[in-house]
T-cell receptor, first 114, second 118 residues
Framework: QKEVEQNSGPLSVPEGAIASLNCTYS??????FFWYRQYSGKSPELIMSIYSNGDKEDGRFTAQLNKASQYVSLLIRDSQPSDSATYLC??????????????FGKGTTLSVSS | GAVVSQHPSWVICKSGTSVKIECRSL??????MFWYRQFPKQSLMLMAT?????????EQGVEKDKFLINHASLTLSTLTVTSAHPEDSSFYIC??????????????FGPGTRLTVT
């Protein structure tokens, strides 16, 4: 079973719409969850972190976490063409002696059309 | 957010040579840094965890003798790709962990190094 799963997309939304990105994870012990944005040819940029169940809002971004369902999502309101990128879901995984590591999903490509 | 730098941003080397990539935390001290590799259209794959003052922890399938990691100070970790081959061509990205609470942290990435082995 893959540790972090995302729909690869592409997810296409018109400018001004809400983009909804979803992620599921396999380890019930995971405590920290992150969303990164990665533009083509660039490294990932942290946009949201969430640690407890519920919603967390930051500007146009809202992260939602449901640990019982092992599900985390990212909503982008008023989507802009500049939001077009690959969005990576990342989850901390405790691996015993190997320590804790941040494991990434394959990412969802978002395309916002003007 | 915290700033992580990498050098060089891109490098081309000949097969059989070695390449060193530097990763620095600019405005904070990083006891733990991570090295990832990303092939085109694939996700980030964790290669190793670099701990200041101790040996790196490598992920399964990553050759420790080929990818040498040194974390000699709280602001610098280096990755040396030894005897590079064309299949090592990839985007190498380091990241550093910044505590945000008693047990929580955020992880910031450097800009990456694109390695091409000819």
């Amino acid at each position: 079973q893959k540790e972090v799963e995302q729909n690869s997309g592409p997810l296409s939304v018109p400018e001004g719409a809400i983009a909804s990105l979803n992620c599921t994870y396999s380890d019930r012990g995971s405590q920290s969850f992150f969303w990164y944005r990665q533009y083509s040819g660039k490294s990932p940029e942290l946009i949201m972190s969430i640690y407890s169940n519920g919603d967390k809002e930051d500007g146009r971004f809202t992260a939602q976490l449901n640990k019982a369902s092992q599900y985390v999502s990212l909503l982008i309101r008023d989507s802009q063409p500049s939001d077009s990128a690959t969005y990576l879901c990342a989850v901390t995984l405790y691996r015993g002696q190997a320590g804790t590591a941040l494991i990434f999903g394959k990412g969802t490509t978002l395309s916002v059309s003007s | 957010g915290a700033v992580v730098s990498q050098h060089p941003s891109w490098v081309i080397c000949k097969s059989g040579t070695s390449v060193k990539i530097e990763c620095r935390s600019l405005d904070f001290q990083a006891t733990t840094m991570f090295w990832y590799r990303q092939f085109p259209k694939q996700s980030l794959m964790l290669m190793a965890t670099s701990n200041e003052g101790s040996k790196a922890t490598y992920e399964q399938g990553v050759e420790k003798d080929k990818f040498l990691i040194n974390h000699a100070s709280l602001t610098l970790s280096t990755l040396t790709v030894t005897s590079a081959h064309p299949e090592d061509s990839s985007f190498y990205i380091c990241s550093a962990r910044v505590p945000t609470g008693a047990i929580s942290y955020e992880q910031y990435f450097g800009p990456g190094t694109r390695l091409t082995v000819t």
